[in-house]
């Protein structure tokens, strides 16, 4: 027989079981009520206080989860499922510490719960110890293999540690398991697109977009891969969905301007292009000016206006041509620039003072307003036809000029070369191309190729054919301003879409730009010219990659102006 006590425990226990059948059918008043009553008759029950706190987890009462879950953990120390449970608990309240902890306690005492190394390795995503975490997925997926939200998290932390294959890998495995996951569908894409396999990445969106129309985000980058396959149309659809979908974020309106700046409507696009101030990367690099009132284009007579560059060296060429408009607006203005620009823009026509931009991003204290550089064309109301298209603004110092004109004499036609932009830009590979595709020109007779590539890809014309020359001087040019001496030195610049090729138009020097197929919206679409330097001729590619019919045409080109000279 039982005893007295052993007769209450029996009798617990088959009211607790009562519960978990109420619980297990989704009749989860009946289980919370059941298991209330045990609590009062025995308070150190811990099954029924687990119990009721996975059920206040459940509707979102984590404070009282982390409650009765830890008051479980204490009466029944060496249950590793109560520690994951209450890991759980305090995970979504943003205690991650706690978290981990808890889960670590769980793995002490059974090192067999995949699902609590799961749940260890997202804590430890969220401290950003990334290694840590993907050990942690790795002992989940030997223990259960197919564990689909290891596979997802480890996919995730592969691809940021820029180990795509193994990141595709993951996310192949899963999707045979859920061929429906989204996010997983979602993520794969991510990765696709990045490794530029881009009809693949098109295809991941297109299906997250089957079961979630409104997915703000597989819009967003359906828009960008559309884009860069010349699919403007879809493009803009894309991007104006995402937006119908949340008006708020500030990428789609970002990216949308870049495609209307592209096809031309610059109205619209200078609209969207200040969605920008919105982007969270913007904001914490210019934070410390929201307290300034922003410049919109009124008279500031006897006041200070503050301008910074923002984006690349030659955006900066491209937009100081608006300082002399700024200026007929009123007092003094303060140009914050890049150091290699300093020299070049010392006494440029509307700019009072030129400070160098500081690491700390500190304002001058005698400031009425401010603005960002690239905002100018839409204060104006530039379109196409109002571009202030006056060329040379930008000239070479004569000392410089002298220096390299000593240095290149000969009666040669010499042709300024560069062949790529700074790898760090993240649309590097939509602009630069390797110096051995310069090489036809190298055989025109009377043309000498001088090298204004700096950077590691300078190194490139230290590895050329026998017979190919290309004196590479982009070594030697300390600032923009060695750079204009050079380049007023030679007849011709040949160039992929960076700083010196927007130099070079603005020196209102012949340069003839070229472009890959997917990009920067200010050369437009389709033309051989551009409305912002008159003396530009723009080469595009017009498959993705396919150099060789560009350098061809350069190369035809080239020779017909040398025998014309």
């Not at 060496?78 to 889960?103: M, P, R, S, W």
């Not at 070369?417 to 590097?428: I, Q, T, Y």
Request: negative net charge; charged residues 25%.
């Amino acid at each position: 027989m039982l005893t007295s006590s052993n007769a209450e425990h029996h009798e617990t226990d088959v009211r607790f079981k009562k519960a978990l059948e109420h619980h297990q059918a989704g009749r989860i008043r009946e289980a919370e009520k059941i298991c209330k009553e045990i609590y009062h008759t025995d308070p150190e029950y811990s099954p029924a206080l687990h119990l009721l706190g996975m059920m206040a987890y459940r509707v979102g009462q984590y404070g009282a989860a982390v409650n009765l879950i830890g008051k479980a953990v204490q009466i029944c120390p060496d249950n590793a499922f109560y520690h994951n449970n209450l890991g759980n608990a305090f995970h979504v309240q943003g205690k991650t510490d706690e978290a981990i902890l808890c889960y670590r306690n769980a793995l002490r005492l059974n090192p067999n719960i995949t699902q609590a190394y799961c749940n260890l390795g997202v804590a430890l995503m969220k401290k950003n110890r990334i290694d840590e975490a993907l050990q942690s997925f790795e002992i989940a997926l030997k223990l259960k293999p197919d564990y689909t939200d290891a596979l997802y998290h480890s996919g995730i932390l592969l691809d940021q540690k820029d180990k795509p294959d193994e990141a595709i890998a993951c996310f192949e495995k899963l999707l045979k398991i859920e061929p429906a996951r989204n996010e997983a569908i979602y993520a794969l894409g991510a990765v696709l697109g990045a490794v530029d396999r881009p009809e693949e990445a098109i295809a991941c969106y297109r299906k997250v977009l089957e079961t979630a129309p409104d997915h703000v985000y597989a819009l967003n980058n359906l828009g960008l891969l559309l884009k860069e396959q010349g699919e403007n149309d879809q493009a803009m659809a894309a991007y104006k969905r995402a937006i119908e979908t949340r008006s708020d974020l500030p990428g789609p309106h970002w990216n949308l301007s870049h495609l209307l700046l592209l096809t031309g409507d610059l109205k619209a696009g200078w609209k969207e292009f200040e969605w920008r101030l919105n982007k969270a990367d913007w904001q914490k690099a210019n934070l410390r000016r929201s307290k300034v009132p922003l410049w919109n284009g009124e008279s500031f007579t006897g006041k200070t206006l503050f301008i910074h560059d923002e984006q690349g060296l030659g955006d900066t060429i491209q937009f100081v041509r608006y300082f002399p408009m700024v200026k007929t607006h009123g007092g003094d203005v303060i140009f914050e620039t890049q150091k290699p620009l300093l020299r070049l823009l010392k006494n440029f026509p509307g700019i009072d003072r030129l400070l160098p931009a500081s690491a700390d991003r500190i304002l001058p204290a005698d400031i009425d307003f401010y603005v960002p550089l690239l905002s100018l064309p839409a204060i104006f109301d530039t379109t196409l036809d109002t571009i202030p298209d006056t060329v040379p603004y930008l000239h070479a110092d004569a000392g410089k000029a002298g220096y390299w004109r000593e240095r290149l004499q000969g009666a040669e036609f010499k042709v300024g070369l560069v062949w790529a932009g700074r790898p760090e830009n993240p649309n590097d590979q939509n602009r630069s191309c390797h110096l051995k595709q310069f090489e036809p020109l190298a055989g025109i007779r009377g043309v000498r190729l001088i090298g204004i590539q700096q950077g590691k890809a300078a190194e490139q014309a230290n590895d050329l054919p026998a017979g190919i020359e290309v004196i590479n001087l982009g070594p030697e040019l300390e600032d923009f301003t060695d750079t204009t001496g050079l380049i007023e030195n030679l007849d011709l610049v040949v160039a992929v879409d960076t700083g010196v090729a927007h130099l070079a138009g603005a020196m209102g020097k012949p340069v003839w730009l070229v472009l890959t197929f997917a990009h920067h919206w200010p050369w437009l679409l389709k033309r051989t010219d551009t409305p912002w330097y008159p003396s530009m001729r723009i080469y595009r590619q017009k498959r993705n990659g396919d150099w060789a019919p560009v350098f061809e045409q350069i190369e035809k080109d080239l020779r017909a102006l040398v025998a014309k000279k």
